[in-house]
């Protein structure tokens, strides 16, 4: 709903849910929600304002939930996180021909990071070293050759559009695999 005052326009978002929402948050953000079951303003006066707006956020009833309300000609996200989810990890890296790897898409995925190094690192518990980055579709081409008796190994993440990236995977033991130098 949104009302004109004597000061600009104030917007108020209401919304009735039965199940709490979660908050997330990550290295770079964190989401937080506020709301006051007999109605009114949530406690820590959630908003913002100045000489010529005023912003503020009404919930009635329980927390706000993950709920999507929707019909053909609208939909109401959840906000933020519907639009920005946590990068996941992209899986099914293989080589289409002899130069060229391909990977499944990410939802989250805003750009691709591909990580290599040779095979003899993998005993020392390496990850790859940033061999490409910001790639914008699932495929790379490299054309190097290893050397004789060597061979190079492949990793790849999902960077989501908040520029938070994804895991390497996990190693065979189940735990997930570092990433101690991140492609810029």
Known sequence: ???RTALGISIVLVAVASSPALAQQSASYKLTESAVNA??????????SSTSYR???DAIGDAVAGGSPSSASYRLGSGFVSWFPPPGEAKGLRFSDR?????DPEPS???YN???DFVSALAGGGTGTCFVNGVSTEQASDG?????????FYLVTAENRL??????GKRSSGSERPNPAPCP
């Not at 109605?39 to 913002?48: C, D, F």
């Not at 130069?99 to 990977?103: Q, S």
């Open 99 to 103: 130069t060229t790897l391909r990977w």
């Open 144 to 152: 190097g050759s290893p050397g004789a008796g060597k061979g190079f």
């Open 39 to 48: 109605g009114g303003r949530p406690v820590n006066g959630a908003g913002a």
């Open 109 to 111: 995925v805003g750009t």
């Open 55 to 57: 912003v503020s956020f």
């Open 1 to 3: 709903m949104i009302t």
């Open 114 to 116: 591909l990580y290599r």
């Open 163 to 168: 520029a938070e990236e994804g895991t390497k």
